[in-house]
């Protein structure tokens, strides 16, 4: 299945901040209301203006999928993002220290990151952090709802417990389907510990290698370790899709995505 919806072009909206909400100790989630109606396929991002914050004093551009479902957009003009606090990102930093009733400036939407799954198919979302956010948005819209696979999992892979959000969203919507991981816990942990890969590669008989779309969305190095998982499986590329929020270079102390 294709999306019902065709891409179209990005406009250029101010979107003022409605409320905040704290998800982690680094991740907050806002709900916006842009002054422009628009529309998007659920997967798609919108690029932020960060006033000033480039050489010279130039402004930058920073993406962020947006994590609300199409459907929440037509009512009220309002969409929602998910957003990591990055120490010393211009972006996130722009973000976080925004008020109530301030306006940022973007252009939307963006990506080809978008869900195109037959109901003739499973799906397997996997994400690590704020790499949820764009499985958040397909998982609530019309076009995954009216068009279900034939089952759908999201890996959500974290360090703590501490890190994990949107259980009390996700856990209704796919029961068991929805799997967290963890790294690193701590304190009584019950669920599965170890990676995202960990999980893939543990549970490898239970998956129909061939008959499944995969939607990877976060850490480069996860990525880039799922999709040998998935070549070693002869899962086709067609069957991949994939958003690379962040890869760290040497020397780095923050992500790309800041």
């Known amino acids: 299945m294709e999306t019902t ?12 901040l409605l409320s905040r909400k704290q998800l982690t100790a680094d991740v907050f989630e806002m709900k916006l209301e842009s002054s422009l109606p628009f529309t998007f396929l659920p997967g798609q991002f919108i690029s932020v203006v960060v006033p000033g914050a480039g050489p010279g004093g130039r402004d930058l551009r920073r993406a962020y999928s947006i994590a609300s479902s199409p459907e929440l957009m037509p009512s009220d003009n309002v969409f929602e993002l998910c957003v990591k606090l990055v120490e010393g990102g211009p972006g996130t930093n722009y973000l976080n220290n925004m ?3 301030e306006s940022l400036k973007g252009s939307v939407p963006f990506g080809d990151f978008v869900y195109k799954t037959s109901s003739s198919k499973h799906v397997i979302f996997i994400a690590t952090g704020t790499g949820i956010a764009p499985f958040r948005s397909m998982v609530l819209s019309k076009v995954f709802n ?13 360090r703590d417990a501490n890190d994990l959000f949107y259980a009390d969203e996700m856990v209704p919507l796919l029961g068991n389907g929805f799997v967290e991981t963890l790294s690193r816990p701590t304190g009584n942990w019950s669920g599965f510990k170890g990676r995202v890969t960990d999980w893939l590669r543990q549970n490898s008989n239970a998956i129909d290698w061939k008959n499944t779309d995969f939607y990877l969305c976060g850490n480069g190095a ?5 999709k040998q998982i998935l070549t070693t499986n002869e899962v086709d590329k067609s069957a991949i899709h994939q958003e690379v929020y962040y890869k ?8 790309s995505q800041d």
């Open 146 to 158: 009216e068009n279900k696979p034939l089952s759908a999992k999201i890996l959500f892979g974290a």
């Open 222 to 226: 996860m990525i880039d370790e799922v």
């Open 99 to 101: 008020k109530v009733g």
């Open 5 to 16: 919806k065709e891409k179209v072009k990005p406009i250029v909206v101010d979107a003022k």
């Open 248 to 255: 760290v270079k040497p020397g780095e102390t923050h992500t």
